[in-house]
T-cell receptor
């Protein structure tokens, strides 16, 4: 079964550093998403992306965050200057059509020290 | 702002018995509801969904019930199996007239099925 893949599985960084989290969505999917889960809290929506632009973003997704689809397969989340509170599990997801179930990757655990 | 609430952080049941996981929501714009299952070190996996035009949807051992007037849904697993042990997330979206791009998740319920 096709799956969403995320790399790396773990990322440790110093506060203030830039990080890029990478995702390869399922190949025929058109809608891409980032969610995150801070330890002990709920999974939270960050951003959705379609047709090479952001379609919706949450309050969490401020100017420090950006997303990009640099080629036909990768979908990246960049955090420009990480803060301690950015430590979380970041999940990439995709679906083929709006309203269809999301397929999630296994996540990148980001630790900001 | 907890628009989707799962008030039971954990649930323990015996193998073969029924597991009932509950979820409440506050946003009346939500019209599509999903349950996801999550094992440690994996991403959430879709389990079953229900549209607000229905009050029940069944898929094998899994049934989701929706009570719109009470803004409540539940997931029934019968019979429960040890492999069902995981965190179960309730999620909702507003597909018509609202945002159909994002899912709003509950905090999850850890289900443990004992052999």
């Amino acid at each position: 079964e096709p799956e969403v893949t995320q790399t790396p599985s773990h990322q440790v960084t110093q506060m203030g550093q830039e990080v890029i989290l990478r995702c390869v969505p399922i190949s025929n999917h058109l809608y891409f998403y980032w969610y995150r889960q801070i330890l002990g809290q709920k999974v939270e929506f960050l951003v959705s992306f379609y047709n090479n632009e952001i379609s919706e973003k949450s309050e969490i997704f401020d100017d420090q965050f950006s997303v990009e689809r640099p080629d036909g397969s990768n979908f990246t989340l960049k955090i420009r200057s990480t803060k301690l509170e950015d430590s979380a599990m970041y999940f990439c997801a995709s679906n083929r059509r709006l309203g269809e179930k999301l397929f999630f990757g296994s996540g990148t655990q980001l630790s900001v020290l | 702002d907890q628009q989707v609430k799962q008030n039971s952080p954990s649930l323990s049941v015996q193998e073969g018995r029924i597991s009932i996981l509950n979820c409440d929501y506050t946003n009346s714009m939500f019209d599509y509801f999903l349950w996801y299952k999550k094992y440690p070190a994996e991403g959430p996996t879709f389990l079953i969904s229900i549209s607000s035009i229905k009050d029940k949807n069944e898929d094998g051992r899994f049934t989701v019930f929706l009570n719109k007037s009470a803004k409540h849904l539940s997931l029934h697993i019968v019979p429960s199996q040890p492999g069902d042990s995981a965190v179960y997330f309730c999620a909702a979206s507003a597909q018509s007239g609202g945002s159909n791009y994002k899912l709003t998740f509950g905090k999850g319920t850890l289900l443990t099925v004992n052999p």
